[in-house]
Nanobody
């Protein structure tokens, strides 16, 4: 059984930083792409940042490029999202997801699947950025 657990959310002032962590169990972590997605009330969930199974490729939403950074440590089965220069528009519930497809070729395809029920989703962690 695959389990995905996020942590690290909280309240931060605009311009501040947060680091989210996501630990996965139940699969061979190094064989699967990982991603961070977010959702605010009344809006659709969107892909924020994704990292390929090898760690060699990353993909970011245009709104976070240059401010957010995704990384992973296979030995810890953990993926991170470093968020800098946070804006009130970044306020959302952030979800971590593991790809159900091993060694997926196209990372963009995974990062576009914000509504895919086949992904292994965490319960989410709230990030609130005050102005």
């Amino acid at each position: 059984q695959v389990q995905v657990v996020e942590s690290g959310g909280g309240l931060v002032q605009a311009g501040g930083s947060l680091r989210l962590s996501c630990t996965v169990s139940g699969l061979t972590f190094g064989d699967y792409a990982m991603g961070w997605f977010r959702q605010t009330p009344g809006k659709e969930r969107e892909g924020v940042a994704c990292i390929s199974w090898s760690g060699g490729s990353t993909h970011y939403a245009d709104s976070v490029k240059g401010r957010f950074s995704i990384s992973k440590i296979n030995a810890k089965n953990t993926v991170y999202l470093e968020m800098n220069s946070l804006k009130p528009d970044d306020t959302a519930m952030y979800y971590c997801a593991a790809d159900p497809t091993p060694q997926r070729v196209w990372l963009f395809e995974f990062c576009s699947g914000a509504h895919d029920p086949a992904y292994y989703w965490g319960q989410g962690t709230q990030v609130t950025v005050s102005s």
